[in-house]
């Protein structure tokens, strides 16, 4: 069965870390390329962090530049997003997603959900005192 599963969300204070994983079952992830998006209530989804499938480019929004790091584990067959400084504007559920394995697509990714095709059930992020 293929399937992502995120983890790691939970309750933090602001300015604490969380280490959120994406791992892939059923499929081998290293051959996608892997974006992280969050959506908070009322709002619309929003694109995160992205890693390319060649693991040579990473793009990340404004609002997280310099705060998140998007890396892959090859052998764990997992992606994850270490999220440092984090602020009570991070409070969403965030979701993993892969894209098409095209070999044009390699050493590319993007922000946007509609270039992504499949998805994790998401991991809740809170940041509060």
């Known amino acids: 069965q293929v399937q992502l599963v995120e983890s790691g969300g939970g309750l933090v204070q602001p300015g604490g870390s969380l280490r959120l994983s994406c791992a892939a079952s059923?499929?081998?992830?290293?051959?996608?390329?892997v974006g992280w998006f969050r959506q908070a209530p009322g709002k619309e989804r929003e694109g995160v962090s992205c890693?390319?499938?060649?693991?040579?480019?990473?793009y990340y929004s404004d609002s997280v530049q310099g705060r998140f790091t998007i890396s892959r584990d090859t052998a764990k067959n997992t992606v994850y997003l270490q999220m440092n400084s984090l602020k009570p504007e991070d409070t969403a559920v965030y979701y993993c997603a892969t894209d098409d394995p095209s070999p044009v697509r390699r050493n590319t990714c993007y922000l946007e959900d509609y270039e992504y095709n499949d998805w994790g059930q998401g991991t809740q992020v809170t940041v509060s005192s």
């Open positions: 890693i390319s499938s060649s693991d040579s480019r990473t």
């Open positions: 059923g499929f081998t992830l290293n051959y996608y390329g």
